[in-house]
């Protein structure tokens, strides 16, 4: 009887410390919410979860993080879409990018540090970059003195991570190598000139020949009422100029 009075009374203050213990615990930690997905802001906040979600150290995941659209509804949990973009490297340096983790994960488990590189998936799920410029494409390149200078395109290098062009400056006859897109922009074209008017050929000759011309000797000039009348009466018969003086008449 004792013996099982003292077992009694033993298990009772164990459970009692155990709980106490417990309690102690939950209080020292803080208090339980909860967990909401965040969005990556840099580079390092990439390589964290990148880290975290157990891929190697070198790899970048940008998290977006987009508004739900059925947050609305009492019956969605979340208000936000998760979307992660994986990087075998940096993303500035444009490493191969995966859409999905499960082709990630994939490329990943073949990943041997310092050996592989952020480009020995071909891009990855990316579309190959494609060249802005062709080759003869009438360019400008922005040189280091700020201003942009007549070129040519001669040959584009495609490179796995890159593309670079090799440009001949028209007026220096010089070339240059490994020009990237950001120095370059397309040339821009001339405006046409505006035509002159012209004069009407038949419209001048029309004006020429409705203005007569002067005779010789004669100045150009018209002659008076006066001057015409004393040239009539010089011609004038002495009879007729006799008549017409009886008759009362000038």
Not at 61 to 69: E, F, G, M, N
Not at 188 to 201: D, G
Request: proline share 6%; charged share 25%; glycine share 6%.
């Amino acid at each position: 009887f004792f013996f099982c009075c003292a077992w009694r009374i033993l298990r009772c203050c164990s459970c009692r410390t155990c709980y106490c213990l417990q309690s102690a615990y939950q209080a020292s930690q803080p208090p339980m919410t909860n967990h909401q997905p965040v969005a990556t802001t840099d580079a390092t906040s990439e390589r964290r979860l990148a880290r975290s979600l157990g891929y190697p150290s070198a790899w970048h995941v940008s998290r977006t993080l987009i508004p739900d659209p059925s947050a609305a509804d009492s019956s969605s949990s979340s208000k936000f879409i998760v979307q992660d973009r994986i990087f075998a490297g940096d993303p500035a340096e444009n490493a191969d990018l995966y859409y999905n983790h499960g082709s990630a994960f994939e490329a990943a488990s073949s990943w041997v540090v310092g050996e592989s590189t952020a480009y020995d998936g071909e891009g990855g799920q990316m579309l190959p970059k494609q060249a802005k410029y062709k080759k003869n494409d009438d360019i400008q390149v922005l040189y280091d003195d700020g201003k942009w200078y007549n070129a040519r395109i001669t040959k584009v290098n495609v490179y796995p991570d890159d593309i670079r062009y090799t440009v001949l400056y028209s007026k220096e006859n010089t070339y240059q190598n490994n020009v990237t897109e950001d120095e370059m922009r397309l040339r821009p074209k001339k405006a046409p000139a505006k035509p002159k008017a012209k004069t009407s050929a038949k419209k001048g000759a029309a004006s020429k020949a409705s203005t007569p011309k002067s005779k010789k000797g004669g100045g150009g000039k018209k002659r008076s009422a006066s001057a015409a009348a004393a040239d009539d009466d010089d011609d004038a018969d002495p009879e007729e100029l006799e008549l017409a003086s009886e008759m009362g008449l000038p």
